[in-house]
């Protein structure tokens, strides 16, 4: 285990020696995700779920107004009781 967290370690300070800090928070923050990514995985697989019921697939934006006040906007309309 130590050896892996040193070449972590090492990789991510060479990013940010070479390629700036901007780099470096970007790739830590990969990694991070990587490690999360692994650990549901590994807990999956110990409470027997196996992930084929899981789907790949192209994630669709859901189209959003560009303004808060359309809402607002439609509300003017409605009467009070």
Same mark, same amino acid.
């Not at 790949?56 to 303004?67: A, D, E």
């Given at each position: 285990?130590?050896?892996?967290?040193? !070449?972590?370690?090492?990789?991510?300070?060479?990013?940010?020696?070479?390629?700036?800090?901007?780099?470096?928070? !970007?790739a830590a923050k990969?990694?991070?995700?990587? =490690?999360?990514?692994?650990? !549901?995985? #590994? *807990? #999956? #697989?110990?409470?027997? =779920?196996?992930?084929s019921g899981r789907?790949? *697939?192209?994630?669709?934006?859901?189209?959003?107004?560009?303004?808060? *006040?359309?809402?607002?906007?439609?509300?003017?309309?409605?009467?009070?009781t």
């Amino acid at each position: 285990m130590n050896d892996l967290l040193i !070449k972590v370690i090492v990789r991510l300070a060479g990013v940010h020696d070479s390629l700036g800090p901007q780099a470096f928070e !970007k790739a830590a923050k990969r990694a991070l995700v990587g =490690i999360a990514t692994a650990v !549901k995985d #590994e *807990g #999956e #697989e110990r409470a027997g =779920i196996d992930g084929s019921g899981r789907k790949c *697939g192209t994630v669709v934006r859901f189209p959003l107004g560009k303004t808060t *006040g359309t809402i607002a906007a439609s509300n003017d309309n409605v009467e009070d009781t």
